[in-house]
């Protein structure tokens, strides 16, 4: 009998997949219903263009399922050989059931246990770290197929200025895959939640605090809500610190990093974190001039957009750098 400890097992992104739907709204769409230029300002300052929502009928598991056959017919995988279904969204088609438990049906995915999980806008990168601990811990998990989804266009007044512009609809998909091969696959994570803010964004109404039947929905509906301003140096301080943390945790040097896949919230946010990195600002690929802010699942279609145009290299350092409301951070970081 070999006295030799086992390889550990390691979670490696395997393939990638992304879904936008096919109706495109311009910035003009908002001047003729803002009665102002939004065009201007949108485009100088976070370079939004455009973006895409859902067409009627369309709901967050359409999305998903696009996705995540995009990402199994790269990998060469079919539906039966996922093991766990991972989503990440706050736009789920129903409160309960869960939005996995639809895509599972949808998609054919026979063969997998699957959940949501909520911590908005990091959670792509809350289920990547979710995904990889399930691969690490656990023999039966051998392929995780991890999913941001985000319908916000269904929540939006589309007579708030401060929402409506900004928000899009999406969806990414990612196949974690175990690995016994060294230099390969996940590095170090750091997750962090700063409570304070729960209050400061969300859609509120329809849930345990204020039920369907309360006055804010009747005021506001089922709609997300900027309630109060978040201070604006947060993002950037946070992004900062952890990316700095992971690669300590990691062992690697912080301008070893060839690609940083960022919320995409705010250029100007992510543009300050490169800067303090001291990193080049194409290190942080920016999808937010065609595709307006897509939430959750922004992060995963930075990442497959750079996979299927050939940017990523074997032994390539990539960070993924989340966070959402609540707030939540997630960072963590792959070895392609």
């Given at each position: 009998m070999s006295t030799h400890a086992s390889t550990p097992r390691n979670a490696r992104i395997a393939a990638t997949g992304h879904y936008v739907p096919e109706r495109v709204v311009p910035n003009r769409y908002f001047n003729e219903i803002l009665g102002e230029d939004v065009d201007t300002w949108l485009q100088e300052n976070l370079t939004i263009r455009e973006r895409r929502w859902m067409t009627e009928g369309q709901t967050t598991s359409d999305l998903c399922v696009y996705a995540l056959r995009e990402a199994l017919s790269q990998g060469d995988f079919a539906p039966e050989d996922i093991d766990l279904v991972i989503i990440s969204t706050d736009t789920p088609d129903y409160i309960s059931p869960s939005t996995a438990s639809v895509v599972c049906h949808k998609a054919g995915l026979v063969n997998a246990a699957s959940f949501d999980l909520n911590t908005a806008c990091a959670g792509f990168v809350t289920a990547l770290e979710t995904g990889t601990n399930y691969i690490k811990a656990n023999p039966d998990y051998n392929r995780v197929l991890v999913i941001g989804a985000y319908g916000m266009s269904r929540f939006l007044d589309l007579h708030d200025k401060k929402t409506v512009t900004l928000f899009a609809d999406g969806a990414a998909a990612a196949v974690l895959e175990a690995t016994t091969e060294p230099?390969?696959?996940?590095?170090?994570?750091?997750?962090?939640?700063?409570?304070?803010?729960?209050?400061?964004?969300?859609?509120?109404?329809?849930?345990?605090?204020?039920?369907?039947?309360?006055?804010?929905?009747?005021?506001?509906?089922?709609?997300?809500?900027?309630?109060?301003?978040?201070?604006?140096?947060?993002?950037?301080?946070?992004?900062?610190?952890?990316?700095?943390?992971?690669?300590?945790?990691?062992?690697?040097?912080?301008?070893?990093?060839?690609?940083?896949f960022m919320t995409q919230i705010n250029i100007n946010q992510i543009w300050e974190t490169m800067d303090n990195l001291n990193l080049p600002r194409q290190t942080a690929p920016a999808i937010m001039s065609t595709y307006g802010y897509t939430g959750s699942a922004a992060i995963g279609m930075a990442l497959d957009i750079a996979h299927r145009s050939g940017d990523l290299k074997s032994g390539d350092v990539l960070v993924f750098m989340g966070s959402g409301g609540g707030l939540t951070f997630a960072c963590n970081a792959f070895r392609w």
């Amino acid at each position: 009998m070999s006295t030799h400890a086992s390889t550990p097992r390691n979670a490696r992104i395997a393939a990638t997949g992304h879904y936008v739907p096919e109706r495109v709204v311009p910035n003009r769409y908002f001047n003729e219903i803002l009665g102002e230029d939004v065009d201007t300002w949108l485009q100088e300052n976070l370079t939004i263009r455009e973006r895409r929502w859902m067409t009627e009928g369309q709901t967050t598991s359409d999305l998903c399922v696009y996705a995540l056959r995009e990402a199994l017919s790269q990998g060469d995988f079919a539906p039966e050989d996922i093991d766990l279904v991972i989503i990440s969204t706050d736009t789920p088609d129903y409160i309960s059931p869960s939005t996995a438990s639809v895509v599972c049906h949808k998609a054919g995915l026979v063969n997998a246990a699957s959940f949501d999980l909520n911590t908005a806008c990091a959670g792509f990168v809350t289920a990547l770290e979710t995904g990889t601990n399930y691969i690490k811990a656990n023999p039966d998990y051998n392929r995780v197929l991890v999913i941001g989804a985000y319908g916000m266009s269904r929540f939006l007044d589309l007579h708030d200025k401060k929402t409506v512009t900004l928000f899009a609809d999406g969806a990414a998909a990612a196949v974690l895959e175990a690995t016994t091969e060294p230099g390969q696959g996940h590095i170090a994570s750091s997750i962090k939640t700063r409570g304070e803010y729960y209050d400061y964004m969300g859609i509120y109404g329809g849930a345990t605090a204020h039920p369907a039947s309360c006055e804010l929905v009747a005021e506001h509906g089922h709609q997300l809500q900027f309630v109060k301003k978040f201070p604006k140096e947060l993002n950037p301080l946070m992004w900062t610190e952890m990316i700095t943390e992971v690669a300590r945790k990691g062992d690697f040097p912080v301008d070893a990093i060839h690609r940083a896949f960022m919320t995409q919230i705010n250029i100007n946010q992510i543009w300050e974190t490169m800067d303090n990195l001291n990193l080049p600002r194409q290190t942080a690929p920016a999808i937010m001039s065609t595709y307006g802010y897509t939430g959750s699942a922004a992060i995963g279609m930075a990442l497959d957009i750079a996979h299927r145009s050939g940017d990523l290299k074997s032994g390539d350092v990539l960070v993924f750098m989340g966070s959402g409301g609540g707030l939540t951070f997630a960072c963590n970081a792959f070895r392609w």
